[in-house]
């Protein structure tokens, strides 16, 4: 709820008292206040940070966030802006919280998860041709078709009216899963990291596990969680689409899993005494 009050309060309070000293003069800056969705939702989350003549201070910021913060969060933490910062993943945590169990479960539902990268693609060519339009003119329309149809099916079908009327069918994530283009977009980096051995990111599993399969039902994604403990494998986002949430490890009665690896434990050495 902050997030949605930042635009039309507290940025219109920096500029009415100044807090944002010469910039509240500036009307490019200070007419904009919907531009500070961006502090926090980066692109393609807030498609529109680049667009429509932005003051420089936005664009500056909105690669900031996006092309550097964003990564550095994703090589520590993975998938957990998901968790921790977005809006529209706090919604899901909240009121879809009662139904997280109902998350589809199953290789076919995994297989649906290419609809966040139909979306992210879109962005994608819809972004470039909005940049391009000023100086390949025949982009014009195309662009401006392209950003109407994002608008319609995106930013109000996808993110606004499916996800929260399918909460009670789907479970809570349903928009994160499956059409955010940031959550692909981190889930891309996140795997990148994962395999050039970088990544700071992972579950962990130990030899506990006794297939209580309360892991696996409570994964707000559809992660069989519990096929990779019984395994001992490692849950990362080049073999799932987890967003850290933690849940499985919450619920987990035997302490299966956690977010940093057990050091396996040191033989001890029994001295024998010989007989006397």
């Known amino acids: 709820m902050f997030f949605f009050l930042v635009p039309e309060f507290l ?4 500029v009415e008292y100044k807090w944002v000293g010469e910039l509240a003069s500036d009307p490019n800056f200070a007419n904009n206040a919907w531009r500070s969705y961006g502090i926090v939702y980066a ?3 807030f498609f529109y940070t680049f667009f429509g003549n932005p003051h420089q201070i936005w664009a500056v910021w909105g690669v900031t966030l996006t092309f550097v913060l964003i990564p550095v969060l994703v090589l520590f933490h993975g998938k957990r802006y998901c968790s921790w910062i977005c809006g529209c993943g706090g919604l899901a945590e909240t009121l879809g919280d009662r139904w997280r169990h109902l998350a589809p479960k199953g290789n076919a539902s995994i297989r649906w998860e290419w609809m966040n ?4 693609l879109a962005a994608v060519f819809i972004t470039a041709a909005v940049l391009a339009q000023s ?4 982009l014009q329309k195309p662009a401006g078709a392209g950003l109407e149809w994002y608008h319609l099916i ?3 079908w996808l993110v606004g009216i499916l996800p929260v009327t399918l909460y009670p069918f789907f ?3 349903v928009w994160c899963r499956y059409w955010c283009p940031l959550a692909k977009l981190m889930q891309i980096m996140s795997a990148l990291f994962t395999k050039f051995k970088s990544s700071r990111f992972a579950i962990y599993s130990n030899d506990k596990c006794i297939a209580c399969g309360e892991c696996s039902r409570n994964c707000q ?3 069989n969680v519990m096929n990779f403990a019984m395994k001992q494998e490692t849950i990362e986002n080049i073999n799932s689409s987890c967003i850290g949430c933690g849940i499985c490890v919450t619920v987990c009665p035997m302490d299966v899993l956690s977010f940093r690896a ?6 001890q050495l029994v001295r024998i005494q010989p007989a006397a």
């Open 11 to 14: 940025f219109r309070w920096a």
């Open 43 to 45: 692109w393609p989350l």
């Open 117 to 120: 990268l139909a979306v992210l």
């Open 135 to 138: 100086v390949l003119k025949f």
């Open 154 to 156: 995106a930013d109000v």
């Open 171 to 173: 479970g809570g994530k």
């Open 221 to 223: 994604v559809g992660i």
């Open 262 to 267: 057990e050091e396996p434990e040191k033989a």
